[in-house]
């Protein structure tokens, strides 16, 4: 520093840049069920708060180095947060316990380590015609599945290739942390995706064991299920059209396969309309199903805050329990329960 100062030799700084972002989002939630977990039925309905009724409530930093030759450093550090009441809240219970990683980006794709997502995650996500609200989502089967495993990945490597020729192609692995037991905890997933146009195709797989260090932390992502998805969507001008298949194989439990369709619609540029259709079925015992239907409008105030209001209802056969709201009702009695979900989102 103190040479640069003086001159004595030339000095080159790469441009960086770091950005806070933001989502704070809060509601009020009715349903007229809610689950006792002793017996499987209802205890009643329910009027509360609710912490990220649409989008999970968060903060965090991402930032970016140049190091010539059209490659980047990248980083991204994230924490989930509950705008009810303080606390940390839709991650796995860390600080940052959305995302945590550091990486590379360049004209041969993306390599993360760290906390991150999973390919089958994201593919997931995409697919979903409800952009993965918190009330009435594939967000809601999801958790309902597996909870936060395959979500938050810890001691993760990961590599994104870019498009070619309309084919892009991802795989993740995370390592399970505990000595003399590679297969304790280890995570792999993967995804390929083809684009053309206005169509969108995506495959996924997922495939985790139970223990490793993730089963210490706050919320542990070690549920032990393969999980598989195919999706597609197809733009025609401001309507959006989703479907997809997920399969949710729980060791020693459950085999659950979700099968989702829905749209999305620009009825003006502030004003958003979409509904989506989630059929649960259980392989292993067909007596064991659900159906969770909801739509939901999102009127943006400016670039950075919206109002939204969501309606839905979930039936439950036999052992299932989907549940209507990530946060409050991620678990349902037997029968059918009706929900209403009104708030305000912020973004910065």
């Known amino acids: 520093m103190g040479a640069c100062a003086l001159g004595s030799v030339q000095c080159a700084y790469a441009q960086s ?3 806070l972002y933001g989502i704070v989002d809060g509601s009020l939630l009715y349903t007229s069920k809610t689950l006792n977990a002793a017996t499987g039925q209802s205890a009643g309905h329910q009027y509360s708060f609710t ?4 989008s999970g409530s968060r903060f965090g930093m991402r930032g970016t180095e140049d190091l010539g030759g059209n490659t980047r450093a990248i980083f991204e550090i994230e924490s989930g947060i509950s705008v009810a009441n303080g606390s940390l809240n839709n991650s796995n219970g860390n600080e940052f316990g959305r995302q945590a990683w550091v990486g590379v980006d ?3 794709g993306t390599i993360k380590a760290g906390l991150q997502f999973s390919p089958f995650f994201l593919a997931v996500y995409d697919f979903d015609p409800r952009q993965m609200s918190y009330f009435g ?6 958790l309902n599945n597996v909870y936060v495993t395959g979500l938050f990945n810890p001691n993760a490597v990961s590599y994104t290739s870019p498009e070619i020729a309309g084919l892009q192609a991802s795989a993740m692995m995370a390592l399970g942390g505990t000595a003399g037991d590679f297969q304790a905890g280890r995570q792999y997933s993967a995804s390929l995706r083809y684009h053309l146009g206005s169509l969108t195709v995506d495959a996924a797989l997922y495939s985790g064991n139970a223990g490793g260090s993730a089963a210490s932390i706050a919320i542990p992502s070690v549920v032990e299920f393969n999980g598989r998805a195919l999706g597609a969507s197809y733009t025609f001008n401001n309507l959006i059209v989703k479907a997809s298949y997920v399969q949710y194989k729980v060791a020693g439990s459950f085999n659950d396969r979700v099968y989702s369709g829905g749209a999305s619609y620009h009825i003006t540029p502030a004003l958003n309309i979409d509904a989506g259709v989630y059929v649960t079925r259980d392989a292993n015992s067909s007596s064991n199903n659900s159906i969770l239907a909801s739509t939901g409008l999102e009127y943006s105030l400016s670039k950075a ?5 969501q309606v839905g209802f979930v039936t439950n056969h036999g052992a ?7 946060n409050n009702a ?3 009695a037997t029968g059918t329960t009706a929900g209403v979900n009104v708030g305000i989102r912020h973004m910065f």
Do not use: P, R
């Open 106 to 108: 360049g004209g041969f």
């Open 17 to 19: 840049s770091v950005t």
């Open 51 to 54: 912490d990220s009724g649409l």
């Open 320 to 326: 299932m329990h989907t549940g209507i709201s990530v």
């Open 330 to 332: 991620l678990n349902e």
């Open 137 to 142: 989502s594939g967000l809601v089967t999801y």
């Open 305 to 309: 805050t919206a109002m939204y209001g």
